[in-house]
């Protein structure tokens, strides 16, 4: 932990946005996430632009998953977990006790760091939550799961046998079930926290194809240890440091030229 204490939390740089040119989709004030007494997150405020990717980059403990799960409300299923501050979507700040957060969650989707397909048919892992939420018409239900899976490029290799199981699949299809069964919902903002750190390179390069082709449609907002990663997909970059957004920029600037020295010193690998 020596070296949380070396870079100042006021030093910032976070870029402003033309909000008459660029749409923004969702957007933290003063988030703070405390576990317990402890703070994890120290007042972020970030907006993310509608059809573009973000990548949440910063060491082990910064606090980036811990911030990506407050963005559809993951962390109230932590019990020690308290969040403050606002987060606006569609001018409706979800951190509201009004709002119901299963309703949220089919506009604010989620994808883990390890696929976890459910112990079902391909077909099934993805229509489930459809037709618990009322869906029953066979024939929709059909063209939701082709059109999930042919956005998640899984299609060509499971349309043949969609009553396999999703357990069958290999990790980097398993995680683009994932991805398919998120996006069925037609959610408008796809989380990913860290979801191709459990793969091998040839699963997550299809992984990361993925994600660049499902761009003009969703906005993306990824957690990834992977700087490469990060500079290979996203438009936008958030540097994370001991629960603080240190620098949030294009991500050409990030890796180029990032105008905060903790960043510098990360995103050059002097720590991490
Ligand atoms: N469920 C939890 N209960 C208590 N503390 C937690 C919990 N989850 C995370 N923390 C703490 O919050 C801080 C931020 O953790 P978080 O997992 O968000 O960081 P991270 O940047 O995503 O790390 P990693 O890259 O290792 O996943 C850390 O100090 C961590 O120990």
Redesign the pocket.
Known sequence: MQELEKYSLDDTYIRPFDRDKQEIAIETKDVHVF?GDSE?IHGVSLPFERYKITALI?S???????YLRSLNRMNDN?E?ARVTGKIMYRNIDINSDAVDVYEMRKHIGMVFQRPNPFAKSIYDNIAFALRRFGLKDKKKLDEIVETSLKQAALWDQVKDDLNQSGMSLSGGQAQRLCIARAIAMKPDILLLDEPASALDPISTSAVEDTLLALKDKYTIII?T?NMQQAARISDYTAF?YSGAALEYDETRKIFTRPKIKATNDYVSGHFG
């Open positions: 576990y994890a910063g082990s403990g910064s606090g980036k998953s811990t932590i020690s957690v240890h994370f």
